[in-house]
């Protein structure tokens, strides 16, 4: 936030001049997806190339990761599970007859307290959810990393009866925007309805009516027991998950609202209306509205701080006066994906019509990199050595 920190800058190629659809950021490595069919695994330190994970017919359209496990969906409507370690494809999920747009990992947590004190975990093991073009969502079992591979499977069926589920039916059209925490699911699709399941029956508990077009976002509350929506008529709405009822319906988009993110307390909300808002999602009350000039393509937001993708900057804003504390990245042709943590900032951009990875690493000063390499854009190739 310090307006005269500068980062180390270092940018790479990716993907050609492909789109980048999905994007990880951990300690020590970047993973990309991309319509090129590949996901891509960076050193976030140096920028080179670790590996390329290589399976998929289709372009990737979602990335989980837990541990060492990394699951991929495709346009070719399959699931891939892979190994980080190895790179290898060690299972085929394969069931949905149409592209998996979005995937969510469930970890067991405690949802209540059985009579003997015991605690009730759900779900019961780590699971997989997907959510497809194919209006369904699929629960599987989460393949762990010490299970017997099964990608090279002689049979289909053993794959399926292994990690497949349930399957749950009840969306008319595409499953857009999915999340999910303990024994529940929510999703928002095109059929301008948003669908609350119970994970451990695959029952529909509450169908959430209210919007007039497509919903392109959703957030799960479940501290507070609510969900919230990003729909094409330009509102946003939270519900009551107890209740079904719409509780806030926040006005002031004039377009369609994209991207949501809950942190910290505060609710942001991205539109094709070039604007970011800020609202207090208990009153419904907006704190700060956040102006590009064109439409939003990516945000982040740590309830400090908003980092945004738009009309060819990444910038970043204090969130609590929505002034602009400075652009991080200018003179892009886009900003695709956005992933930061406490210290570095990675954003997968086009640029010149080609496509980057571009790291701001602002842990940079305490690493006692020198000053004349501080904010210089350094270009690597996929070795990391500098071009």
């Not at 307006?3 to 270092?10: S, Y």
């Not at 490595?29 to 289709?58: E, R, V």
Request: proline fraction near 2%; charge should be negative; include cysteine.
């Amino acid at each position: 936030m310090d307006a005269e920190a500068e980062p180390r800058h270092l940018a790479f190629r990716a993907h050609g001049n492909h789109v980048v659809t999905c994007l990880l950021l951990e300690s020590d490595m970047i993973i990309t997806g991309s319509d090129d069919t590949t996901i891509n695994l960076y050193d976030a330190q140096t920028g080179a190339l670790l590996k390329t994970f290589q399976a998929h017919d289709g372009g990737i359209w979602s990335l989980q990761r837990d541990g060492d496990i990394l699951v991929s969906g495709s346009t070719d409507q399959s699931i891939r599970v892979w190994s980080i370690a190895t790179g290898k494809c060690l299972h085929l999920l394969q069931g949905h007859t149409m592209t998996v747009r979005c995937l969510a990992i469930v970890k067991p947590v405690r949802v209540d307290v059985a009579v003997d004190g015991s605690p009730v975990m759900r779900p019961e093991v780590p699971l997989l959810v997907s959510g497809s073009r194919d209006s369904t969502l699929r629960v599987w079992r989460l393949p762990l990393a010490n299970d017997i591979p099964t990608y090279q499977a002689a049979s289909l069926a053993d794959v399926e009866n292994t990690y497949s589920l349930s399957v749950l039916t009840g969306h008319q059209k595409t499953i857009r925007a999915m999340a999910a925490y303990g024994d529940t699911i929510v999703s928002g699709s095109f059929d301008c309805t948003v669908r609350v399941w119970k994970i451990s029956t695959g029952d529909t508990v509450r169908l959430l009516t209210g919007h007039t077009q497509k919903i392109y976002s959703v957030v799960l509350d479940h501290e507070n027991r609510r969900c919230i929506s990003g729909s094409m008529d330009n509102s946003v709405k939270i519900w009551s998950l107890d209740s079904g009822s719409c509780l806030l319906s926040l006005e002031g988009h004039t377009s369609l609202v994209g991207l949501l993110q809950l942190n910290h307390g505060l609710l942001v909300s991205g539109a094709a209306d070039g604007t970011l808002r800020v609202w207090n999602p208990d009153n419904g009350a907006c704190q700060t509205i956040l102006q590009h000039t064109a439409a939003i393509t990516a945000f982040q937001h740590d309830g400090q701080k908003v980092i945004s993708g738009s009309d060819r900057t990444l910038k970043m804003w204090d969130i609590r006066t929505g002034e602009c504390v400075r652009d991080l990245l200018t003179d892009l042709n886009v900003v695709w994906k956005i992933q930061y943590d406490g210290k570095k900032c990675v954003a997968a951009v086009q640029r010149d019509n080609l496509t980057y990875i571009e790291v701001l690493d602002f842990d940079a000063v305490r690493d006692d990199l020198p000053e004349t390499s501080q904010g210089r854009r350094v270009v690597v190739d996929s070795h990391g050595s500098e071009i």
